[in-house]
């Protein structure tokens, strides 16, 4: 199964466009040298960098996530702590158990909606700025348990995510590759501009309502602003079944209702 991490979903696609998309330039303030030319000049003990690039290099090499795990992809991401995987090495080890003290969540596991409101609470608590890990089918859109009527098809419809690691689980090196391009995101941010970091932004949302659990779903179901909720195939485009083909393969019932890609997206 192909564990590679990604920065964008295949479904739904987030209102906040991905700086990360387009590669930033070097950082001006170092000259505009090209980055072979600035290793040639490490090697030979000549430290080019500007303040910018500093502070990016240290919060990307000092993450802490948030000590949680909601189902068995977090089996794997406490394996990625212990010795065999050592995510120490990319310093990260410090897992906090308050979100006061932590500025990465991994979403490993399956978010039921029962659990949504206490996930996009503890996000409320972390301070800026914070990433998001989606770790595993169903944290990024409710996996094997997706046409459950109490599964969360995806943690972005509520917390602005950065990384997709996709696998059913993940194995502890996937979330290790995951972890190496988040840190790459977060060195490649700029204090302003196109590729500041995200809470630098202007119109993007301090706090996320938390939902409450309705009737039947959660009230409100996406985070409005945080969540484009995909486009459903226009059903009035395919053409007509005839009435033969109807009898054959499926039931009036069948098919008076949508199709089921398009209700397991409602
Ligand atoms: S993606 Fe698979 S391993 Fe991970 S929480 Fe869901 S069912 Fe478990």
Redesign the pocket.
């Given at each position: 199964m192909s564990t590679a991490a990604f920065t964008s979903p295949t479904g739904a696609a987030p209102a906040v466009s991905d700086p990360a998309a387009t590669k930033p330039e070097p950082f001006p303030a170092c000259g505009n040298i090209p980055d072979a030319e600035r290793e040639e000049l490490r090697r030979r003990g000549i430290l080019v960098t500007c303040l910018e690039e500093l502070y990016g290099w240290g919060r990307a090499n000092s993450i802490w996530p948030l000590q949680f795990g909601?189902?068995?992809?977090?089996?794997?991401m406490i394996a990625a702590a212990t010795a065999r995987f050592d995510i120490a090495r990319f310093g990260a080890e410090i897992f906090r158990p308050s979100p006061r003290q932590a500025d990465l969540m991994i979403v490993?596991?399956?978010v039921t909606k029962k659990m949504a409101p206490q996930v996009v609470r503890l996000w409320n608590q972390m301070p800026e700025p914070k990433y998001c890990i989606a770790?595993?089918?169903?944290?990024?859109s409710g996996?094997?348990?997706k046409q459950g009527y109490n599964v969360l098809k995806g943690i972005d419809r509520f917390i602005p995510v950065d990384i997709y690691i996709p696998?059913?689980?993940?194995r502890p090196e996937a979330l290790l590759n995951g972890l190496v391009q988040l840190q790459e995101k977060i060195r490649a941010e700029r204090v302003t501009g196109e590729h500041a970091a995200r809470h630098l932004r202007p119109g993007v949302i301090a706090e996320i309502p938390v939902p409450e659990c309705g009737e039947t779903d959660l009230v409100p179901p996406f985070a409005p602003g945080a969540f484009r909720p995909p486009t459903p195939p226009a059903l009035a485009a395919q053409p007509a079944a005839s009435p033969a083909t109807s009898s054959r393969s499926q039931s009036p019932s069948a098919a008076a209702a949508p199709s089921a890609p398009a209700a397991a997206k409602a």
């Amino acid at each position: 199964m192909s564990t590679a991490a990604f920065t964008s979903p295949t479904g739904a696609a987030p209102a906040v466009s991905d700086p990360a998309a387009t590669k930033p330039e070097p950082f001006p303030a170092c000259g505009n040298i090209p980055d072979a030319e600035r290793e040639e000049l490490r090697r030979r003990g000549i430290l080019v960098t500007c303040l910018e690039e500093l502070y990016g290099w240290g919060r990307a090499n000092s993450i802490w996530p948030l000590q949680f795990g909601l189902a068995c992809c977090a089996i794997e991401m406490i394996a990625a702590a212990t010795a065999r995987f050592d995510i120490a090495r990319f310093g990260a080890e410090i897992f906090r158990p308050s979100p006061r003290q932590a500025d990465l969540m991994i979403v490993s596991g399956t978010v039921t909606k029962k659990m949504a409101p206490q996930v996009v609470r503890l996000w409320n608590q972390m301070p800026e700025p914070k990433y998001c890990i989606a770790m595993g089918a169903c944290a990024i859109s409710g996996g094997p348990f997706k046409q459950g009527y109490n599964v969360l098809k995806g943690i972005d419809r509520f917390i602005p995510v950065d990384i997709y690691i996709p696998g059913c689980p993940p194995r502890p090196e996937a979330l290790l590759n995951g972890l190496v391009q988040l840190q790459e995101k977060i060195r490649a941010e700029r204090v302003t501009g196109e590729h500041a970091a995200r809470h630098l932004r202007p119109g993007v949302i301090a706090e996320i309502p938390v939902p409450e659990c309705g009737e039947t779903d959660l009230v409100p179901p996406f985070a409005p602003g945080a969540f484009r909720p995909p486009t459903p195939p226009a059903l009035a485009a395919q053409p007509a079944a005839s009435p033969a083909t109807s009898s054959r393969s499926q039931s009036p019932s069948a098919a008076a209702a949508p199709s089921a890609p398009a209700a397991a997206k409602a």
